[in-house]
């Protein structure tokens, strides 16, 4: 059912919107920290902060890159935007707050989001060997994505 309040589809959790969060941290929803987050919900790629920037720039020519980590921050720390860290690579930042992992293909570099099929508790999952009190969980794995494994066996029959 659509969400009469916001005149949107509703996510399964939604309960507030961006502007309604970001107010909640006694913060305002600039013309810059909208901007970033329309680009970061706009294309759900995982990009980088500098291809954050890069797009935006496209709609707001004048502003910086360090304007950009600083909205990126705001994004991050109202709970918006998730920032995936993998391996040594720059961070790269994910709208997507349902819980899931990540795909990383080691062939294109994308980053695809593998959601839960079923809510299970990580000690369900792993086993941890001893008292251990989980604050935060994230799971990845990498490989090679549908598209490159396409292209592996297309080249594979010539
Ligand atoms: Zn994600
Ligand atoms: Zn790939």
């Not at 993998?86 to 980053?111: D, K, T």
């Not at 989001?113 to 969980?137: A, I, N, T």
């Amino acid at each position: 059912m659509p969400c009469l309040l916001h005149g949107m589809a509703t996510p399964s959790n939604h309960t507030q919107t961006a502007d309604e969060t970001i107010h909640g941290r006694g913060l305002r929803m600039t013309d810059q920290r909208r901007a970033v987050y329309d680009v970061i919900m706009g294309e759900r790629d995982h990009p980088t902060a500098v291809e954050v920037f890069t797009r935006v720039r496209g709609k707001v020519p004048t502003i910086s890159l360090a304007t950009v980590y600083n909205c990126l921050d705001t994004l991050t720390g109202c709970g918006l935007v998730k920032t995936v860290a993998h391996e040594r690579e720059p961070a790269r930042y994910c709208p997507n707050l349902e819980e899931h992992a990540h795909f990383f293909c080691e062939s294109c570099g994308a980053v695809t989001d593998l959601p839960l099929r079923s809510r299970k508790k990580p000690e369900d999952v792993w086993y941890f060997p001893g008292e251990f009190s989980v604050s935060h969980h994230e799971v990845s794995f990498s490989g090679t994505c549908p598209k490159c494994s396409a292209k592996a066996a297309k080249s594979n029959k010539r």
